[in-house]
Structures are given as structure tokens and as C-alpha cells.
């Protein structure tokens, strides 16, 4: 039996985030240089999105006091922190991103807190965040090159703050600002037939800025940490959430919503989805004598196992082992008044 109450009205978010699992997957294992590689634009960036979103959703339904707020997802933060490190010491062919996504969590929470009422204030630090990344990027990794002999555990937080080849907080933060700022407008902008238009313009826009960087000299590469990489993924992952809700709604209204039991399994078990990742890979690199991932058949098994696991999972116990560990970690809270409750919201 199910451990906890649902709420369809987030099945949305729900399913973008099992969008970025699945994008995940593509994105680490489909062959280098093919064109499964366009993932790779859309996978951390929606992440972040989501994280922002989420915890906009539940400042608004929620209200948390501020102490719990912050306790809570400084607990997460630091959960994701130590699973990353231990996820990463397991398999090294990946970049595991959850230390950098733990160390999100704990920042954007009490920036989150300052700026969740303020959605044009947000966009605006956001903007900032993304012309200012660049620059905080550079000098990281000068700070490293001159620190051969820093600490090991200075070196990990400054990269995962501002230096990391692939990700970085002080990237990903400006993203997350996106996603809190969405989540003042999202029933709107998801309500049909709205969202698809919605939905199509961020996409639109997110190409025009893509376009835009790649012709300029510092490029709009995936994870580059430039302006209009960061500027043209927040767009991207906006869009790739609204229209998340706008392909759930509309393949219910056809009858077809079962469709998408997959997906959204595996967007409320993501941690446990990203676990199970790693786990089959290093199971895999063991037997193949740490061989390349990189392997359509590799792609294929691993989609079958996360998703097929965290559907299983979800339909049979209604909840994956990790994230029974985080629900234990947060604070119960009161729905607010003349709203439903919100489980998965900050899942």
C-alpha cells in the first residue's frame, strides 16, 4: 500500500522531473558525438528548474515557518552531499551531481525565502547571477591552479561552488532563481490550452538565446557556465516544464494518461532512480573491467531497470527507499488554509 497521500495537482512537476531522469540517462550513456548528446543542454539545468519550482510551490501552499524551512533543506542538502561523494567513489565514468545539487538546495533556501513573492526581483538576481557566473567561474579555477596544496575538502567545495568542469552552484543557482520565479505563475501558464503556447514560446526563446551565445566569442556550449548557456537552459528547462504539464493534461483528456505512470514513477523516486544508476553501472564496469559506458545496449538496460524499479516501487510500496529517508528528515506542516496539501511539491 501506498506510504503517503498523492496530489495530481503536481503530477506536472512530477513529471519533468522524471524528464531530467530519463534526459539523465541519455545524456550519460548514449555514444559520444551522436545526437542523443542534445540531452546533455537540458539534464542539470532541470534539475535546478525543478528544485526552483518545487520550493516556490511550497513557500506559497505550505508556509513553512522559516526555521523548518531551512532546517529541512539544509538536511536534504547535506543527505544529497554525502550520497554524491559515496555515489561518486563507487563509479567514476560519470560526474555524480548530486554534492553540487545538495549544495543548491542549501543556498537557494534562504535566498529562496528573501525573493519567493518577488518574481520580477528573482528574474533580475537571476539575470545578475548569470552575467556575474562566468567571471566567479574563472577565478575559482584560477584560486585552484595557484592552490595545488589546498585541502582536499576545499578543493571539492570550491569546485562544486563556482569551479566543476560540468556543473557548478553558482551556475545552477541562477536556473533555480528561474524556476522559483516560474512557480509564482505556473497554474496559469500550465492551464490548457495556454500551456502549450506557454510552453513553446520559452522553447523559441531558449533556441534564440542558444543561437545568440554559440555566434559570440564565449560560446553557449552544454555546461559551459557561460551567459547565454546559462541564460538559454533556464529558458529550455521553464519550457520543458510547463509543457510537461501541457502533454500530462492533454494525454488524460485522450484517455491515454496511464501512459505516463513510467515517467511520473520515476520523477517521485528521482533519488532513488539516480542511485540505482550509478549502482547498475559500477555493477556493469566491474564485469566489463571498467570498459566505456557509453553503449546503446547499456542506455537501453539502464532505462529498463530505473524506470522499470521506480515504477514498481511507486505502484507497489508508493515511495522509493531514499525518499522514505527524506520524508522522515522533513518536518510535518499543516496544508494552508483553503489549500490542498502538496506531498511531493518538495520531493
Do not use: K
Not at 40 to 54: K, N, R, S
Not at 229 to 236: P, R, S
Request: aromatic share 6%; net charge neutral; proline share 6%.
Amino acid at each position: 500500500m501506498p506510504t503517503h497521500s498523492r496530489s495530481t495537482r503536481l503530477d506536472g512537476l512530477d513529471a519533468a522531473r522524471g524528464l531530467a531522469v530519463v534526459s539523465m540517462l541519455i545524456a550519460h550513456l548514449s555514444p559520444v558525438g551522436g545526437p542523443a548528446n542534445i540531452t546533455e543542454y537540458l539534464t542539470a539545468p532541470l534539475f535546478a528548474v525543478v528544485i526552483g519550482v518545487a520550493m516556490g510551490l511550497v513557500l506559497e501552499d505550505r508556509r513553512p515557518p522559516t526555521r523548518t524551512f531551512l532546517r529541512d533543506n539544509a538536511l536534504r542538502g547535506i543527505l544529497l552531499v554525502l550520497l554524491g561523494v559515496l555515489l561518486q567513489a563507487l563509479y567514476e565514468q560519470i560526474v555524480v551531481v548530486l554534492p553540487y545539487l545538495g549544495l543548491l538546495i542549501i543556498v537557494l533556501a534562504p535566498v529562496a525565502l528573501l525573493l519567493h513573492r518577488m518574481p520580477i526581483v528573482t528574474l533580475g538576481v537571476a539575470a545578475g547571477l548569470a552575467v556575474l557566473s562566468p567571471l566567479v567561474m574563472e577565478r575559482a579555477r584560477e584560486w585552484m591552479f595557484t592552490h595545488p596544496d589546498a585541502p582536499g575538502m576545499v578543493v571539492d567545495l570550491v569546485r562544486w561552488l563556482a569551479a566543476g568542469s560540468s556543473y557548478r552552484v553558482v551556475s545552477l543557482l541562477a536556473m533555480a532563481l528561474g524556476g522559483l520565479a516560474l512557480a509564482t505563475v505556473l497554474r496559469r501558464a500550465a492551464q490548457m490550452p495556454g500551456a502549450w503556447l506557454v510552453g513553446g514560446v520559452l522553447l523559441v526563446v531558449s533556441l534564440a538565446a542558444y543561437v545568440l551565445g554559440a555566434a559570440s566569442p564565449d560560446g553557449a556550449a552544454a555546461y559551459s557556465g557561460t551567459t547565454a548557456e546559462i541564460v538559454g537552459a533556464t529558458l529550455l528547462s521553464c519550457g520543458a516544464v510547463v509543457l510537461s504539464f501541457a502533454v500530462l493534461q492533454t494525454l488524460r483528456d485522450l484517455g491515454a494518461g496511464r501512459v505516463a505512470d513510467p515517467v511520473l514513477a520515476t520523477g517521485r523516486l528521482a533519488l532513488t532512480a539516480y542511485t540505482l544508476q550509478v549502482l547498475w553501472l559500477a555493477l556493469l564496469s566491474a564485469l566489463r573491467d571498467g570498459a566505456p559506458d557509453d553503449e546503446w545496449w547499456i542506455l537501453g538496460s539502464s532505462l529498463v531497470l530505473v524506470v522499470g524499479a521506480c515504477w514498481a516501487l511507486d505502484r507497489w510500496w508508493g515511495t522509493g527507499p531514499l525518499e522514505w529517508v527524506v520524508h522522515r528528515l522533513r518536518t510535518p506542516l499543516p496544508a494552508a488554509p483553503g489549500r490542498h496539501s502538496s506531498p511531493r511539491a518538495d520531493a
